[in-house]
Structures are given as C-alpha cells and as structure tokens.
C-alpha cells in the first residue's frame, strides 16, 4: 500500500464549477501537507501549504486537513480553463530531511 | 530570472551509454532533489543533498548516482542506462530541510533506447 494515494481522474468539470481533489495517507506522523499545480510539460509549483488539522484559504482555493481521518483535500471555487493541471498532494513528517512523498496526481480540465 | 535551470530538456541516449542531467539554481538554496516522475507512480525521490558537501538516496536510488561540490550545482548521473530509466526527471531545491516548500526545474525529458 502507498503511503499516500490519490485518484489521478482525469477530472473535467464545466468552467464555474466547484472542483474537490482529495487525498488520503497511511502514515500518522505527516505534520505538513501541500498542493502542487503542475501544467502540460511543466514542473510542479506550490499552491498551498498547511501545517497540521484545519482549513487555508487562498483566493478561490482552500486547503483542508483532517488528521484524524488521514485525508486531505484542495476546494477550487468558481473553476477556470487555466486551472486545467495536475494538482499533486504531498506531505512531510516534522523534522524529516526534506523526503517529501507524493501522490500521483490528479489530471484537472475545466471546459470553457 | 532566478530559479532552477535543467539540462538537457530533451535527450534519447542508447542504452548502456552514461548520461549527466544537470541542474543549476540562483536561489542559494542549501537543499536540493532529484525526482523522477512516471505515469501513475508520482513523483519519487531519487537522491538528495541538504547541504554543500552531502547526498542520501532516496526512494529508487539504484542507477544512479549525484555529486553536490558546490551549493549551485547539483547534477544527476547514470553510470550505464537503462531502458527502465526512460522518464521525465526533475531537480528541486528547499530553502530550508524538511519544510516541504520545494522549488522545481522544468524538467529533463529522457528516453532510453
């Protein structure tokens, strides 16, 4: 079992629509959680970032953590043709030397 | 413009040949990655260095093989290819040592023939 795992979709949705892209992780010890957008030959960029359990909001995206359920989750409200990506989770255990561990990914595409 | 700089973005190389990806950053980052990233596994860490001087391996480190002499240059060698190899590589450097907060190259596109 992968200690993270992701739906890698693809995921198309009408533009305006409210996009969930979710993730859930086997490992208790993962204190840090963040979303990578990575466009059609591009490398990946931070979007988000939390620290343990909660919500981050950012403009239209909001980043949720539920350490209890081991799942987390990115909300895009009022989707757009330029948030068509693959949106990677990723997460980090306190103190570890910087081995990030990634989901596969999930392929976004928001249809004008 | 600051950031990571990969070369080459684009290489078929013959199996069994030695190949240096190299990766360049502006940032003075003192962390930095190799990930391989392939359809439907993600992106794995290959190897990594915290600092000037050091490297670990990483998730599929076989194969491969990293040098960090200096904080700019990181780059990524294959000893003997193989056409297991064939992926999409990418460098990345952290600021800080287990942030999370990771800065990525545009990539090196390999095929392995």
């Not at chain 1, 939390?50 to 350490?67: C, H, I, L, M, W």
């Amino acid at each position: 079992q992968k200690e993270v795992e992701q739906d890698p979709g693809p995921l198309s949705v009408p533009e305006g629509a409210i996009v969930s892209l979710n993730c859930t992780y086997s490992n208790s010890a993962f204190q840090y959680f963040m979303w990578y957008r990575q466009y059609s030959r591009k490398g990946p960029e931070l979007l988000m970032y939390t620290y343990s359990s909660g919500n981050k909001e950012d403009g239209r995206f909001t980043a949720q953590v539920d350490k209890s359920s081991k799942y987390i989750s990115l909300f895009i409200r009022d989707s757009q043709p330029s948030d068509s990506a693959t949106y990677l989770c990723a997460m980090i255990r306190s103190g570890n030397t910087g081995k990030l561990i990634f989901g596969q990914g999930t392929t976004l595409q928001v249809k004008p | 413009i600051a950031g990571i700089t990969q070369a080459p973005t684009s290489q078929i190389l013959a199996a069994g040949r030695r190949m240096t990806l190299r990766c360049t950053q502006d940032m003075r980052h003192n962390a930095m990655y190799w990930y391989r990233q392939d359809l439907g596994l993600g992106l794995r860490l290959i190897h990594y260095s915290n600092t000037a001087g050091t490297t670990g391996k990483g998730e599929v480190p076989d194969g491969y093989s990293v040098s960090r002499a200096n904080t700019d240059d990181f780059p990524l060698t294959l000893a003997s290819a193989v056409p297991s190899q064939t992926s999409v590589y990418f460098c990345a450097s952290s600021p800080g040592v287990g942030t999370g907060e990771l800065f990525f190259g545009e990539g090196s596109r390999l095929t392995v023939l």
